[in-house]
């Protein structure tokens, strides 16, 4: 894949964009552990970066994923890992289900409003006792004449204390998929607005990195939600959150590898400055190598997110791709960060400076959208070296 001067466009556009309206802001929103995410999506809203390869007919841009790739990318730009994930919740996670399965109502009455910006999104899938084990979640939808009625708990949720609604996954519990069947075959997506009686947003949850994102454990007692509201076929969504998290899993990819160029290039920086031994940190040949190593393997994890990417537009099955671009983002993050910090010494331990951010807020890529563990999992299955559970 080879950016096009329209992808590096774009890129410009968002990159200027962060300059002036997100990083002047970073520092205050970590200390307030929370953005403004309606303000700050209403003005990529206005710019046509909310929905770059979604459907013109809801408002998006039409174009292929390669653009979205492009945007994460950018995102990287911005100086804290919170707000380019809010951003990425919103276009990468919560609606691309949504824009390819939603009926054309609920597309009009949740995905327009999401890509102009005048709507904050929230993807609900983890649960106090189910993360990695999507299938276990046992929040639960029971049929009540047209309605749903959605009881349980979501725990994790980025922007779910400012959301508007929420793509849910939740046990569907009659019908084709009923209780008894498959953990596989009996979930469903559905669009829940936040503003529902029976919602409580019980909790902030306080995190050791993405400080300026905010994360919520959400209560749903008897929630009432139309049926017309389910995304697509009963019984099929984990299906469409597993494809929802392939783009997801890319999405982290691209969005790391900026962050982790500008910590080696500011930790060159440093050791350039560094005196010690008579002479600096840079005259090291270890520090020297280390961080050679270092950004090659930033450029190798590029080159396969990029392959990935490429794949995907094509219409390939990126499921192995995705994962191991997952998997090497996440353990590439904690070891430039780890590293990094240490050539920085005492000044890398304190708070406030890039790479120690980067230590705090990298972390969480190993874990969220599906940890290291899970994506060996899916690898060792696809090479054939773990048995495949049975399919439905």
């Known amino acids: 894949m080879q950016y096009t001067h329209e992808h590096l466009e774009i890129q410009k556009t968002l990159r200027?964009?962060?300059?002036?309206?997100?990083?002047?802001?970073?520092?205050?929103w970590e200390a307030a552990e929370s953005f403004p995410a309606h303000e700050v999506f209403g003005k990529l809203g206005a710019l046509g970066l909310l929905g770059l390869n979604k459907p013109e007919d809801y408002g998006g841009a039409g174009l292929d994923y390669s653009y979205a790739m492009a945007m994460a990318e950018a995102l990287g730009h911005v100086r804290c890992g919170g707000v380019p994930m809010a951003i990425g919740v919103q276009t990468d996670m919560?609606?691309?289900a949504l824009a390819r399965f939603g009926s054309d109502a609920l597309r009009r009455e949740f995905l327009a409003p999401a890509i102009a910006g005048r709507t904050v999104g929230c993807i609900g899938v983890s649960e106090p006792g189910a993360g990695s084990d999507v299938a276990g979640l046992r929040s639960r939808a029971r049929k009540d004449g047209d309605d749903y009625l959605i009881s349980g708990q979501k725990m994790w949720i980025t922007n779910s204390l400012?959301?508007?609604?929420?793509?849910?996954?939740v046990n569907t519990g009659d019908g084709p998929s009923a209780a008894g069947d498959s953990p596989h075959r009996n979930k469903s997506l559905v669009i829940v607005p936040m503003d529902s009686p029976g919602i409580e947003r019980a909790k902030k949850i306080r995190k050791i990195g993405m400080h300026s994102s905010d994360t919520g454990l959400i209560y749903f007692d008897e929630v009432r939600v139309p049926q017309?509201?389910?995304?697509?076929?009963?019984?099929?969504?984990?299906?469409?959150?597993?494809?929802?998290?392939q783009?997801?899993?890319?999405?982290?990819?691209?969005?790391?590898?900026?962050p982790m160029e500008d910590c080696i290039r500011e930790t060159i920086a440093w050791a350039q400055e560094r005196r010690l031994f008579g002479g600096?940190?840079?005259?090291?040949?270890?520090?020297q190598f280390k961080l050679a190593?270092?950004?090659?393997?930033v450029e190798a994890l590029r080159a396969l997110t990029y392959r990935a990417c490429d794949l995907h537009v094509q219409g390939e099955d990126v499921t192995a791709l995705a994962s191991m671009a997952k998997l090497k983002c996440g353990r590439l993050t904690r070891e430039v960060a780890d590293t990094c910090l240490q050539f920085w010494g005492g000044m890398g331990f304190t708070w406030e400076n890039r790479v120690s951010r980067l230590y705090r807020d990298g972390r969480l890529a190993s874990i969220g959208g599906g940890a290291d563990e899970v994506m060996l999992g899916i690898l060792a299955k696809t090479m054939g070296i773990a048995k495949r559970p049975p399919r439905d």
């Open 94 to 96: 919560c609606t691309p």
């Open 228 to 245: 017309r509201y389910r995304i697509g076929e009963e019984g099929q969504g984990f299906v469409y959150q597993m494809q929802q998290f």
């Open 293 to 297: 190593e270092l950004q090659t393997e």
């Open 16 to 28: 200027r964009f962060i300059d002036e309206e997100i990083n002047p802001h970073v520092d205050e």
């Open 280 to 287: 600096t940190l840079a005259d090291q040949q270890w520090v």
């Open 162 to 169: 400012q959301a508007d609604w929420m793509c849910m996954l």
């Open 247 to 258: 783009e997801e899993r890319l999405w982290c990819a691209a969005s790391s590898l900026e």
